[in-house]
Each structure stands twice: as structure tokens, then as C-alpha cells.
């Protein structure tokens, strides 16, 4: 299984890296452009991920936008909804308005308010389809 984790803070991207190295690789990437750029490398190079934990609060270019943009590359290369990466929304932000945008406008495919929780976020991996085995 591939990850992509992005988020600003130092604190959240070690403790996601933690909880999901055991089932797969870890890319990290500090904010949304950064991760807009590692998720078109990972698609153009036929490695696309798995899962993505998004940060919705970050510099640069935030969690909903980032959301936006992965949304239109897998548009434009025409992938289907069902090859559509799986979105994690992971914030502070527990903000009706911030979980509509995320769920309507991004269309993400889940939202978690900090503080992460490790069998919070690894039950809800699951409940997206994703099977979660632990890597030699």
C-alpha cells in the first residue's frame, strides 16, 4: 500500500507516518502544492497512492484546494471514480462549512478531526476498502 501524507505540522505528519508505515510506503509532503506535485509524479510514473491524509489548514496552497487539484489531474488523465484515490481529510477543523466544501466541492471520501486517534483512522481505512495488512 502507497500513502501520502500532507500536512504542515511536524507533530501530525510523524504520528500519521507512525500509524501507517506498518502497512505500506510513507511519502510526506509539507504542504498542498507539494503534494499536488507528488501525487502527479506518482501517477505519471504508473505509482499512484493508495491513500492520502490531507490537511485541510497549511501554506502555500491548502487542504481543500490541493483536494481540488488531485480531483481534476485524475480528470484530465481519465480516471474513473472507482480509481480515484481515496482522500482522508485530517484538521483541527471540526467546521460544518470546511466538511461540506471537502465532501461536495473536493469530493473527499472522508474527514477525521484532530486529535488523530490510531484506531479511529485505521477503522476508517478500512471502511473505504482498503485492506490494511501489516508489511514484513
Given at each position: 500500500?502507497?500513502?501520502?501524507?500532507?500536512?504542515?505540522?511536524?507533530?501530525?505528519?510523524?504520528?500519521?507516518?507512525?500509524?501507517?508505515?506498518?502497512?505500506?510506503?510513507?511519502?510526506?509532503?509539507?504542504?498542498?502544492?507539494?503534494?499536488?506535485?507528488?501525487?502527479r509524479v506518482a501517477?505519471?510514473?504508473?505509482?499512484?497512492?493508495?491513500?492520502?491524509?490531507?490537511?485541510?489548514?497549511?501554506?502555500?496552497?491548502?487542504?481543500?484546494?490541493?483536494?481540488?487539484?488531485?480531483?481534476?489531474?485524475?480528470?484530465?488523465?481519465?480516471?474513473?471514480?472507482?480509481?480515484?484515490?481515496?482522500?482522508?481529510?485530517i484538521t483541527g477543523?471540526?467546521?460544518?462549512?470546511?466538511?461540506?466544501?471537502?465532501?461536495?466541492?473536493?469530493?473527499?471520501?472522508?474527514?477525521?478531526?484532530?486529535?488523530?486517534?490510531?484506531?479511529?483512522?485505521?477503522?476508517?481505512?478500512?471502511?473505504?476498502?482498503?485492506?490494511?495488512?501489516?508489511?514484513?
Amino acid at each position: 500500500m502507497k500513502f501520502l501524507i500532507v500536512d504542515d505540522d511536524f507533530d501530525s505528519r510523524k504520528l500519521l507516518q507512525k500509524i501507517l508505515s506498518p502497512y505500506g510506503y510513507c511519502d510526506i509532503a509539507v504542504d498542498g502544492e507539494e503534494g499536488v506535485e507528488a501525487f502527479r509524479v506518482a501517477l505519471k510514473e504508473g505509482e499512484p497512492y493508495d491513500l492520502i491524509c490531507l490537511d485541510i489548514l497549511m501554506p502555500n496552497m491548502d487542504g481543500q484546494q490541493a483536494l481540488r487539484e488531485f480531483r481534476e489531474i485524475e480528470k484530465d488523465l481519465g480516471r474513473t471514480p472507482e480509481q480515484a484515490v481515496k482522500v482522508v481529510m485530517i484538521t483541527g477543523l471540526d467546521d460544518s462549512k470546511e466538511v461540506h466544501d471537502a465532501f461536495f466541492l473536493g469530493d473527499a471520501t472522508s474527514y477525521i478531526v484532530k486529535p488523530i486517534r490510531k484506531q479511529l483512522l485505521l477503522d476508517e481505512i478500512e471502511s473505504l476498502g482498503l485492506e490494511l495488512t501489516k508489511i514484513a
